[in-house]
């Protein structure tokens, strides 16, 4: 249906958007529950559409920057977009990497013990091995593994909602008619794709197939729609099980547990626990690009074996906070601590300095 160029080009830098903040915490459902369930049915979908907005066109302008400065790793791109404050955003990209991959353990750990009985540990070591072939594997296999799991994805999640609209049509019907948008939606909204954009670093590596403006521009508008689409399927979905599912730790197990139908809940934990590998190798092979970067620079190649190594460390460092904290605390009080940062050295840069420069051509 559509060229390899094509996708590469306008589709796949959305769909590694995707993959990489899913696992962080709104594949699990519990990140929708602390931005936008709380404001109600209407009021959480109008916080997502703010979102979905916002995230396309900050998306656009960074990889029209991105292409402009050639950068693909963060290191090279901050230094054309902060200049010597460029470490700034180094600060905040590793903290919030190190909070990503403590939900994503969590999340492994609970999922496991959940479907097969495990202990913890066990999903977490999976995590590590899993994320540490693909680290160690690079750019090419990262992004077809990245298309084809996005692919399933978006089925699993179409079969979800489906399936909770023909269970709890007539209860998910009668939550929005007795919902108003009210306030705060827009202010959710703005925090969410605050530091959900300010992970698009560490895509840069798909930027080497993007050449024009209109490529650019067009990929960055379409990137945050297909981040946010399944999101609103999750949603509408656990209005079937609302307000009940807002304690839950995992809330769309929750959901598939209500709906008895096992088959779907092991295909969408199976499908789960891929997003979050996606996400682990997502930002860690950010960081391990800007690694790449410094020895791009000497002339050298970056050893796969380093790669494998900062990915372990990482991991197990970012695990230990997981097990000290747990999901839920480190998604309700992290995510907020960071997004205002986000905003002030990366978006705010990104749509004066992007404005500015489109205006000018």
Avoid: C
Avoid at 221 to 250: K, Q, R
Avoid at 266 to 281: A, D
């Amino acid at each position: 249906m559509f060229s390899s160029s094509f996708f590469q080009k306008y589709l796949l830098p959305g769909f590694v958007f995707q993959s990489i903040i899913i696992g962080g915490g709104y594949g699990t459902g519990r990140e929708l529950i602390e931005w936008f369930m709380v404001l109600g049915p209407w009021g959480g979908m109008a916080g997502m559409a703010a979102a979905t907005v916002i995230m396309g066109i900050v998306l656009a302008f960074t990889f029209e920057l991105g292409r402009q400065f050639k950068a693909f790793d963060y290191r090279t791109y901050m230094k054309h977009l902060l200049g010597r404050g460029w470490p700034l955003f180094e600060v905040i990209y590793l903290a919030m990497l190190v909070l990503i991959i403590s939900v994503m353990g969590s999340a492994a750990g609970e999922l496991l013990e959940r479907m097969l009985g495990w202990p913890q540990l066990t999903g977490i070591v999976v995590l590590i091995a899993a994320v540490g072939w693909l680290a160690f594997n690079g750019n090419d296999v990262i992004e077809r593994v990245f298309s084809v799991w996005s692919i399933v994805l978006y089925i699993t999640f179409a079969i979800v909602i489906v399936t909770a609209l023909v269970t709890f049509g007539s209860a998910i019907g009668a939550h929005f008619d007795g919902s108003a948008v009210g306030s705060g939606w827009f202010m959710a909204g703005v925090k969410y794709a605050g530091y959900n954009v300010g992970l698009a670093p560490a895509m840069f590596f798909v930027l080497r197939h993007i050449d024009t403006r209109k490529e650019a521009m067009t990929a960055g508008l379409l990137g945050g729609l297909i981040a946010m689409v399944p999101a609103s399927f999750v949603f509408v979905g656990m209005l079937g099980v609302y307000p009940e599912v807002l304690d839950e730790s995992i809330p769309v197990d929750y959901l598939l547990a209500t709906m008895n139908m096992p088959w779907l809940r092991v295909v969408f934990q199976i499908v789960l626990f891929g997003t979050l590998i996606e996400t682990g190798v997502g930002v860690i092979h950010g960081f391990n690009e800007r690694i790449a970067g410094v020895y791009h620079e000497h002339g050298r190649e970056m050893p796969s074996g380093l790669r494998v190594g900062i990915a372990a460390i990482l991991l197990l460092i970012a695990i230990f906070l997981a097990d000290a904290v747990g999901i839920v605390d480190l998604i309700a009080k992290g995510y907020g601590t960071l997004t205002w940062a986000y905003w002030l050295v990366f978006l705010l840069p990104v749509l004066v300095i992007g404005v500015w420069r489109w205006r000018s051509a």
